[in-house]
Nanobody
Framework: QVHLVESGGGSVQPGGSLTLSCAAP????????LEWFRQPPGKGREWIAT???????YYGDSVKGRFAISRDNGKNTIYLQMNSLTPEDTAVYYC??????WGQGTQVTVSS
């Protein structure tokens, strides 16, 4: 069973920052791109960002300029640095591999 393990969620005030992590098995990390999705309360799952195994990055319009995806090849981990957070960023954030494995999700709540 493949395990993608997210961490780093929590509560933050508007305008704040948070960094999420996703640890992947090395076999996944070295062969497939990895992505972040999120699912706000009562809404569908939204793609946020992708990082290829070569480090190319792609972002959804809703987070472009505020969020940054990165990878640490020594730790088999990707990150999502989230800045200038707003209440509309409140969601469960999921890590996804391009061979279609999902993490369990981590909750991010932006509220004053």
């Amino acid at each position: 069973q493949v395990h993608l393990v997210e961490s780093g969620g929590g509560s933050v005030q508007p305008g704040g920052s948070l960094t999420l992590s996703c640890a992947a098995p090395r076999s996944i990390f070295t062969e497939y791109g990895l992505e972040w999705f999120r699912q706000p309360p009562g809404k569908g799952r939204e793609w946020i960002a992708t990082i290829s195994i070569s480090g190319y990055t792609y972002y959804g319009d809703s987070v472009k300029g505020r969020f940054a995806i990165s990878r640490d090849n020594g730790k088999n981990t990707i990150y999502l640095q989230m800045n200038s957070l707003t209440p509309e960023d409140t969601a469960v954030y999921y890590c996804h591999s391009m061979n279609d494995h999902w993490g369990q999700g981590t909750q991010v709540t932006v509220s004053s």
